[in-house]
Nanobody, 126 residues
Framework: QVQLVESGGGLVQAGGSLILSCAASGRTFSNYVMGWFRQAPGKEREFVGGITVSGRSTYYADSVKGRFTISRDNAKNTLYLQMNSLKPEDTAVYYC???????????????????WGQGTPVTVSS
């Protein structure tokens, strides 16, 4: 399995920006489709963004499209999430995940991701 460690979360005012990073170790990072998910208190974990192995294709939840950008650096074994124009409703714990198993449900579905980081909290104040 690949081990994932997120960083970069914190407290930010509405309208501000943050960059989350996810450092991978273990298995070859460049072999995996990667995703960012988030989970707010009392809610289910939800898809934020996904990126293909090459990085050429990216996918976003409608709620973050145009504000968030997912990218990866396969040479550095690192996944990123640039978050701009943050809103209080973006407050959640953010997780990166690797699609380490045969995909059955699609890039946006948590069930296709077999390796997860421990999460990094993001709080957006109004």
């Amino acid at each position: 399995q690949v081990q994932l460690v997120e960083s970069g979360g914190g407290l930010v005012q509405a309208g501000g920006s943050l960059i989350l990073s996810c450092a991978a170790s273990g298995r070859t990072f460049s072999n995996y489709v990667m995703g960012w998910f988030r989970q707010a208190p009392g809610k289910e974990r939800e898809f934020v963004g996904g990126i293909t192995v090459s990085g050429r294709s990216t996918y976003y939840a409608d709620s973050v499209k145009g504000r968030f950008t997912i990218s990866r650096d396969n040479a550095k074994n690192t996944l990123y999430l640039q978050m701009n124009s943050l809103k209080p409703e973006d407050t959640a714990v953010y997780y990166c995940a690797a699609q380490t198993q045969i995909p059955l449900y699609g890039l946006r579905d948590v069930r296709d991701y077999g390796s997860w980081g421990q999460g990094t909290p993001v709080t957006v104040s109004s």
